[in-house]
């Protein structure tokens, strides 16, 4: 599907996939029996977040800003993997795309 914005005029912006963006939370925590989890829900958590630089943390804190919200970012780090032992941990939840828990 083509999107219909272009950028400078000749690039043409084409969506190859969509991805669903998960919430790892840890055993105990509340929201481990919910199947929807809301973005509003998540204002008071610690969060651990990809870098700055990374598109699904730009998007995350895209959707926090128009919420008029400030997440609390309690740790970041680049890879999945050590998201998902910070959050195993109890040091927070983190929100990332499906794919990086397969």
Same mark, same amino acid.
């Given at each position: 599907?083509?999107?219909?914005?272009?950028?400078?005029?000749?690039?043409?912006?084409?969506?190859?996939? #969509?991805?669903?963006? %998960?919430?790892?939370?840890?055993?105990?925590?509340?929201?481990?029996v919910k199947k929807v989890?809301r973005m509003e829900e +998540? /204002?008071? #958590? /610690?969060?651990?977040?990809?870098?700055?630089?990374?598109?699904?943390?730009?998007?995350?804190?895209?959707?926090? /800003?128009?919420?008029?919200?400030?997440?609390? =970012?309690? %740790?970041?780090?680049?890879?999945?993997? &050590?998201? =998902?032992?910070? %959050?195993?941990?109890?040091?927070?939840?983190? +929100?990332? &795309? #499906?794919?990086?828990? /397969?």
């Open positions: 599907m083509f999107i219909d914005s272009v950028v400078e005029g000749a690039t043409y912006i084409k969506e190859m996939r #969509e991805e669903k963006i %998960v919430c790892a939370v840890s055993n105990d925590h509340p929201y481990r989890i +998540l /204002q008071n #958590e /610690q969060l651990i977040v990809y870098p700055e630089i990374c598109d699904v943390r730009k998007m995350i804190m895209n959707v926090f /800003q128009c919420m008029g919200a400030k997440p609390i =970012i309690a %740790v970041e780090t680049s890879y999945a993997e &050590p998201m =998902i032992a910070m %959050v195993g941990a109890g040091l927070g939840i983190t +929100l990332l &795309p #499906e794919t990086a828990l /397969q």
